[in-house]
């Protein structure tokens, strides 16, 4: 397996990933639409004889009380369901924590499983003051630091990109 960024020949078999892993295009509509209107992305897949097993993508969000603050969201994050709990997962959220910061990303948000993200340094987000616009479980919205300290006194909502809205 190997992890690399994304390609512009990758968007069809991202799209087709997304698609099976969440069994709607809802999640494929929104990486395209990231695409169109985000800045700054990290998009990697995870790559396996030549086909696109995973895909993971970061998009900026904003921190109310610091809009300056470089934060990423991780979202969305998929394997094809054959080959899920391989480890592919894991792979793509390591190798895109570290490109979020070398990308210069001081901390990343998931709204994501309870159980799988807090084995990578997430934590529940209100730990460090902050909350998420949408009405989730305390242990379903977390935040990792990339930077250590860089949430210290931070407090607030965090704002993801207006193309979130469109997902149901």
């Given amino acids: 397996m190997r992890i690399r960024f994304e390609r512009p020949a990758d968007v069809d078999d991202i799209r087709a990933v997304n698609k099976y892993a969440f069994g709607t295009p809802a999640e494929a509509d929104l990486i395209e639409a990231l695409r ?14 030549g086909a696109i097993a995973g895909h993971i993508l970061f998009s900026r969000v904003t921190l109310s009380s610091d809009p300056n603050l470089r934060i990423a969201g991780l979202a969305p994050m998929a394997v094809m369901p054959a080959r899920q709990r391989l ?28 159980t799988f993200y807090p084995r990578f340094g997430f934590v529940p987000a209100s730990r460090f ?14 935040m990792r630091e990339l930077e250590p300290g860089a949430l210290r006194e931070k407090r607030g909502v965090i704002h993801y990109h207006a193309a979130f809205a469109g997902v149901s």
Avoid at 36 to 47: D, G, I, T
């Fill in 36 to 49: 169109r209107a985000a800045s700054p992305l990290v998009s990697l897949v995870a790559e396996e004889g």
């Fill in 87 to 114: 480890g592919i997962g894991s792979a793509l959220v390591r190798a895109g924590l570290e490109e979020c910061r070398l990308a210069g990303f001081l901390a990343v948000a998931v709204l994501g499983h309870r």
């Fill in 129 to 142: 003051g902050i909350a998420s616009t949408y009405d989730v479980p305390d242990d379903v919205f977390m």
